[in-house]
């Protein structure tokens, strides 16, 4: 059977397939747990970067992060606070270090941000 799953979900999917093949030998599931890729664990990643910009109601911060092993190169994104209050004290040009969780449906929720000087 053919079965297309995107990139971002590829290390996620494996675990839910390998799921689907295990419970298949006991009950018909296998179709159900690749629909389902959501249910895998998000994975936490910690970057260094600076401050670009805010979004409305600082609902998100875009960092220019460095390099994220294991995640990605060197480039701009948002990154969503978990609780605004993270964002307190911290402007733009702010040259930070902070952890967050990839929640695997393209949100990045920021579980700690200190500023570095
Ligand atoms: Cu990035």
Redesign the pocket.
């Known amino acids: 059977m053919a079965l297309v799953v995107p990139a971002r979900l590829a290390v996620c999917a494996r675990r839910v397939l390998l799921a689907g093949v295990l419970s298949a030998t006991l009950a018909p599931t296998y179709i159900v747990a690749i629909a389902r890729p959501a249910a895998c664990a998000s994975k936490q990643y910690h970057a260094k970067g600076v401050v670009k910009s805010f979004g409305a109601n600082r609902a998100y911060v875009n960092i220019a992060?460095d390099d994220?092993p294991g995640?990605?190169?060197?480039?701009?994104?948002s990154f969503e606070p978990k609780a605004k209050a993270q964002l307190d004290g911290i402007t733009e040009k702010d040259h930070v270090e902070f952890d967050f969780v990839d929640s695997d449906d393209g949100h990045?929720v920021l579980i700690a941000i200190q500023k570095k000087d």
Request: aromatic share 10%.
């Open positions: 992060h994220i995640y990605m190169m060197a480039m701009t994104m990045r």
